[in-house]
């Protein structure tokens, strides 16, 4: 389920500069990761373990840009783009934008950790925040229309209510969080529990972060 546009513009809003700055920062470090190989990249992910034990913790940063390959970075950046736009262009503004992004992305870890405190594996991707992002779009803009593509087994497009979208999304990834406590583990992995974490930060961090810029609805649901 991809989601590529939302449907519902609120004309008036600003430039999304901090949406613009992510994810160039993100890509840039992918680049980095294709260039310096994989082995480069686990030294910025975040292990769980390690970090209780006082071990690199300046992962709990990096491990926000550190991707575990082209579909992740790509998903990644799609839902960043369509769900941080009007977010950080109509509501908050970009430096409130990037200060929420981050601070969602601290909850994330925080639940990760909590989930697993033991874990080796090391955790990486910016989903986390990007979660967050989704918990603000939701309360914000519950009522936006997304042009999403269902890919069963070919491109499908429908059009669905942030509201169904979302908190589809949100079970698969409390879903997929229960089941990898129980699944085998790895060498790397992508961090449900701190989706999770990420999701539910946004939900409660969103109005602290309110500048709301007077918009109207251009279509979708009224």
């Known amino acids: 389920m991809v989601p590529v546009y939302d449907e519902t513009r609120h004309p008036g809003g600003g430039f999304p500069y901090g949406v613009i700055l992510l994810i160039t920062a993100n890509v840039l470090v992918f680049f980095l990761e294709l260039v310096n190989g994989a082995q480069w990249a686990l030294q910025f992910a975040l292990v769980p373990n390690d970090l209780l034990h006082g071990v690199a913790p300046w992962t709990i940063f990096t491990s926000m840009f550190i991707h575990a390959g082209w579909l992740h970075i790509i998903g990644n950046m799609i839902y960043l783009w369509v769900f941080g736009d009007e977010l950080d262009a109509d509501y908050m503004g970009s430096l409130r934008f990037v200060i929420f992004y981050f601070l969602c992305g601290l ?6 950790i909590a989930a697993d405190p033991t874990s080796t594996v090391p955790n990486l991707g910016a ?3 990007i ?3 989704l918990g603000g779009f939701l309360v ?3 009522r936006d229309e997304i042009l999403t593509f ?3 087994p070919i491109p499908i497009p429908v059009r669905l209510s942030a509201t169904i979208l979302v908190i589809f999304w949100f079970v698969f990834q409390l879903a997929s969080g229960i089941l990898s406590l129980v699944g085998p583990t790895g060498e790397g992995g992508v961090a449900y529990f701190a989706h999770v974490g990420g999701f539910l930060a946004g939900i ?3 109005k602290f972060f309110a500048e709301p810029r007077p918009r109207q609805y251009t279509g979708g649901t009224p």
């Not at 909850?107 to 990760?112: E, F, G, I, M, N």
């Open 107 to 112: 909850a994330a870890t925080a639940l990760q």
């Open 127 to 129: 989903s986390g925040a």
């Open 150 to 152: 269902f890919l069963v």
């Open 131 to 133: 979660a967050g992002v």
């Open 204 to 206: 409660i961090l969103v």
């Open 140 to 142: 914000i803009f519950p």
